[in-house]
Each structure stands twice: as structure tokens, then as C-alpha cells.
């Protein structure tokens, strides 16, 4: 491609995605859930250290692992009874209350995030957002089944008169973005309407605010008790119900597919390469795709090969390797300027920080390191995907801080030494991808230098 044509489309490229990320909802759907992901690490981390560091039969004290139970207590049965075997099992329920705590009102946490940010960006003369989020908390609840059947010794018993709080978890992520959407949306319109109740001049302002909110809030709360009459009447089931069937079952079945992972393989480091980055695209779907499947696989309700903790775990923090590119420069670049561009960027990569690497080499339009930096990614996914299926590693179900350095990570992902094992040779194979390229590069710098 001559230079002008590339330049074009990289322009082209650049502006068109530019549009895409600035895009007011999708900001504000990854907003919502990089806020709610801070509650969810610390779920996710709990569940990390409650499997790997307090399981008496995990890797510290398990038999699979150290074996420090057996050496504590002489045998593997005196240490199933032992009690500190069972003050270990005591310590993990607590911790586990951590995830209990956050991951089990995941659809709930997303309401109340969703509604601020949205009511935020897009009605700014509102003077009270929290009364937006209020009202989504209060549609959110009018449309949750509150009748349901559960299985009690294989037979239907049908509850009454109680919550089925499946729905504030996993399940009802899709319900509560839309919910909480469009009662945001609904109670704003009809405020800036001004169809409100009017109070003197003399009414303190909080006050004033809670009358106003008063018509707007009974419109809004209308529109979903009747579409929870019409959902209930026409199909069976509540307003969640019928959004999980028809949105979130086939959007997560789509996630799943081998299809749906390539494409974000490829795009990711694409996107990068070009200087823009990944989340502000991918960050949204995963919101309600894979970052789903990592709560339920930290819950332990589901086992998905596919979601963000194991493209974390395979390609290391979704950073494309940055240590890979590091250590081939480092190891067989001839060109000093690299070698002091990586030395630089070695700590950070240690620590799965690429940007010094990407734009201090550059990676970024580098079109020598495009076809490198771009497959590195899908080819350490799949290999972690072969690994995976041939049963060396299980689902990854631990969630673990993005900066904690490579192997290290694999280990406490996995809950396995065979974790680490798969992210080295992960690491091998990037280094090798990258070497004949820095070769290429050496080559073409050697002959500017020598004005060839």
C-alpha cells in the first residue's frame, strides 16, 4: 500500500472509531461497569485468595499443591480432621462473604451506576441526579419477579409474596441496564417538560426538589407497572424474565461461540496498534457478555471457557504480551536505541504496563511490528484454549489484579503450577513471533544508517 493510501485509511480508520468510542451511551455503559468492576476485583480477589491460599485442599495445603497439610498434620486423613484444617475451611466462609456481598446484587450495583452516569450525560440541568437513580432503583424492583416456582425435592413449590433475588445478580444484567435506562430517560423528559408541583420560593430547595420529582416519578414508575401487567399477561412471566430470554441468554450463547472470540482477538491489538484503545470499543459488549461469565464463574454457577479472566490469563491483562516484545529486542536487537527503549520498559512490562514499549519503540504504526503485535494475541489465546480443553488447566475462576506479573498470575489464576506453565510457554512462543521481525528491522535500520 503506497504511503498516502495507507495514511488515508489509517485517517479514515482513526475517526471512524474515534466516532464509535465518543459515543455518549457507549461512554456511558463502560463507565458503568469500570465503576462496578472495582467492586467486583475485590469479589473476584477474595475468591482468589479463599481457592488458592485458604482451601485445605487447594495449592498451599492440598494434595495437587505443596502438601504443607500433610506435612503439618503427618497424613492426609489426620489432616482433613485437624483443626487447623478446619479453621482454614471457617476463614474461607468469611471471605467469601466478600463475593456474596458484591457479586449477588451485581444487576442491582449496575442500576444505580448506570442511572447516575446516564442521567449525568445526557440531562446535565438536572439538579438532583440521585433522584433519577432512586426512581431506576424503585421501576428496577416493580418489575422483578416476585412470584416464582422453586424445587424442593423434585417437585414445583410456588412462592409467593418474596423476591426471586436470582434477578439481582448475573441474570438481570441486561433488565437493569434497559430498565434503568429508560426510567432515567422517561423521568427526565417528563421533568424538562416542566409537569411538576410547583412550591413557593419560601420551600427549602431539597424539599422543593422532592414535590417536583413527585409527577414525573409517578409517570415514571407507571410505565413499568404496566409493562410488567403486559409482560405478565401476555407471556407468563416478569419484565427480567422475558429480557433474559430474548437479549441476555442469546447475547451470552453468541459470547461463548469461538467465532465471537476471534474477532475480539484480532480487533484488540489492531486497535492498539493504531493508537486507540480496546475498552473504549470492547469494553461495553464485554460489560454484558464476558464480564458476566466471569462473575459466574467466580460464583461458581457456570464454567465459561470464554471471558475477560482468561484473555487476562492468556495474553496477559489483554496487554498483548508486553514483555514479550521487551525481552526479543533485548535479546537479539542489534540497534542500541532499542536496546534502551526496552531496558526502559522492561520494569513496567515485568508488571503488565505496554505503553512504554508500544509508543516509546514505537510499536504503535510501526508497520514492521503490525503483523507481530497483532497476531501475539489470538496465537497466546488459543494456545491457552488448547490447554484448556485438553484438561492441563480448568476454567480460569480466580480473578487476579491486571499488574501482577507474568507466571506469578498464571499460578494464581489457575490455582495451579500448570498455569504458570502454560503462561510460559505463551511467552516463549511471543518471543519467537517477534524475533524474525526485530531481525527485519535491524536490517532496514542498518541500511539508513548507512544511507542504502
Known amino acids: 500500500m503506497k504511503p498516502g493510501g495507507f495514511s488515508g485509511f489509517q485517517a479514515s480508520f482513526t475517526r471512524t472509531v474515534g466516532k464509535i468510542a465518543g459515543n455518549k451511551l457507549l461512554l456511558t455503559l463502560r463507565d458503568t461497569f469500570i465503576l462496578v468492576a472495582a467492586v467486583t476485583m475485590i469479589a473476584g480477589f477474595a475468591v482468589m485468595i479463599s481457592s488458592v491460599f485458604l482451601d485445605p485442599n487447594g495449592l498451599i495445603f492440598g494434595e495437587q499443591g505443596l502438601h504443607i497439610g500433610k506435612l503439618i498434620s503427618g497424613s492426609w486423613s489426620a489432616w482433613a480432621s485437624s483443626d487447623f484444617a478446619q479453621t482454614l475451611t471457617y476463614i474461607q466462609s468469611l471471605v467469601n462473604l466478600f463475593s456474596q456481598g458484591a457479586l449477588s446484587v451485581f444487576s442491582l450495583l ?20 440521585m433522584t433519577s437513580v432512586l426512581y431506576a432503583m424503585a421501576s428496577f ?219 516509546g519503540l514505537p510499536i504503535v504504526l510501526n508497520p514492521v511490528m503490525f503483523v507481530p503485535f497483532v497476531i501475539v494475541q489470538p496465537v497466546c489465546f488459543y494456545l491457552a484454549v488448547f490447554f484448556t480443553n485438553i484438561g492441563f488447566i480448568d476454567v480460569i475462576t480466580n480473578n487476579v489484579p491486571w499488574t501482577v506479573p507474568p507466571l506469578i498470575s498464571g499460578l494464581l489464576f489457575t490455582g495451579t503450577i500448570n498455569g504458570a506453565i502454560v503462561q510460559l510457554v505463551n511467552l516463549a512462543v511471543a518471543v519467537l513471533i517477534y524475533i524474525p521481525f526485530i531481525r527485519i528491522a535491524n536490517q532496514m535500520n542498518l541500511k539508513k544508517m548507512k544511507g542504502v
Open 141 to 359: 424492583f416493580i418489575c422483578l419477579p416476585w412470584n416464582y416456582d422453586y424445587m424442593v425435592n423434585n417437585k414445583n413449590v410456588e412462592i409467593t409474596g418474596m423476591l426471586n433475588s436470582n434477578f439481582l445478580g448475573t441474570p438481570g444484567v441486561f433488565s437493569a441496564l434497559l430498565i434503568s435506562g429508560i426510567a432515567v430517560f422517561v423521568y427526565n423528559k417528563v421533568l424538562q417538560k416542566n409537569i411538576i408541583i410547583k412550591m413557593p420560593d419560601s420551600v427549602p430547595p431539597a424539599v422543593a426538589r422532592s414535590f417536583e420529582s413527585l409527577v414525573p416519578g409517578i409517570i415514571t414508575l407507571a410505565v413499568f407497572v404496566i409493562g410488567t401487567g403486559i409482560s405478565v399477561g401476555l407471556a407468563g412471566v416478569s419484565l427480567p424474565e422475558l429480557l433474559l430470554q430474548i437479549l441476555q441468554k442469546p447475547a451470552m450463547a453468541i459470547s461463548g461461540t469461538a467465532a465471537f472470540a476471534l474477532v475480539v482477538q484480532i480487533t484488540w491489538p489492531l486497535l492498539q496498534w493504531f493508537g486507540i484503545h480496546p475498552t473504549s470499543i470492547w469494553g461495553p459488549v464485554f460489560g454484558v457478555t464476558w464480564n458476566v461469565a466471569d462473575t459466574e464463574n467466580i460464583l461458581g454457577t457456570a464454567k465459561h471457557l470464554y471471558s475477560t479472566m482468561f484473555m487476562n490469563f492468556s495474553t496477559i491483562a489483554a496487554g498483548t504480551f508486553a514483555l514479550a516484545p521487551v525481552l526479543a529486542i533485548l535479546i537479539f536487537s542489534k540497534i542500541n536505541a532499542e536496546k534502551k527503549v526496552s531496558k526502559i520498559a522492561l520494569m513496567p512490562a515485568v508488571f503488565n504496563i505496554s505503553e512504554p514499549i508500544t509508543f
Open 110 to 129: 449496575i442500576v444505580v451506576v448506570f442511572s447516575y452516569t446516564f442521567s449525568k450525560k445526557f440531562f446535565p440541568s438536572n439538579k438532583e441526579h
